[in-house]
C-alpha cells in the first residue's frame, strides 16, 4: 500500500521559515517524481517544487524560486521542502504527492495518476 504523510506546517511570522517533511512508503522511489503542491483558501491547487527521485533533477514554481528548496533522502524515504523568506502568500495547505512522470511536469495534471498524502498547513502571518 502507497502511503504519503506529510509533516512540518505550522503558523510562521513573514520572513522566517519552516521545513516540511514527506515520508513515503510502499513503492520503488526511483521510479517516480515526488512533489509538493499548495492549496490557498479559495484558490486553486498549485505546484510548488518537484524532484526526481532518480537523478534528483528539480523544479520550482515561480513564485518559490530562490526561497524554496525541494531536496530527498532515500535512506530514509523521505522528501524535504526547506521554506525560506516565507510571505503571507505562501500560507496554504500544502501536499506532498509522487507519480511516475517527469519531474518538471510539476502540476495537477502531470501528477493526476499519482498517490497524494494528507496536507499540512502553513500559515504565515505578516
Known amino acids: 500500500e502507497v502511503q504519503l504523510q506529510a509533516s512540518g506546517g505550522g503558523l510562521v511570522q513573514a520572513g522566517g521559515s519552516l521545513r516540511l517533511s514527506c515520508t513515503a512508503s510502499?513503492?520503488?522511489?526511483?521510479?517516480?517524481?515526488i512533489g509538493w503542491f499548495r492549496q490557498a483558501p479559495g484558490k486553486g491547487r498549485e505546484g510548488v517544487a518537484c524532484i526526481s527521485m532518480s537523478d534528483v533533477s528539480t523544479y520550482y514554481g515561480d513564485s518559490v524560486k530562490g526561497r524554496f528548496t525541494i531536496s530527498s533522502d532515500k535512506a530514509k524515504n523521505t522528501v524535504y521542502l526547506q521554506m525560506n523568506s516565507l510571505k503571507p502568500k505562501d500560507t496554504a495547505v500544502y501536499y506532498c504527492a509522487a507519480a511516475r512522470t517527469r519531474y518538471y511536469w510539476c502540476s495537477n495534471y502531470g501528477f493526476s495518476e499519482g498517490y497524494w498524502g494528507q496536507g499540512t498547513l502553513v500559515t504565515v502571518s505578516s
Open positions: 510502499g513503492f520503488t522511489f526511483d521510479d517516480y517524481a
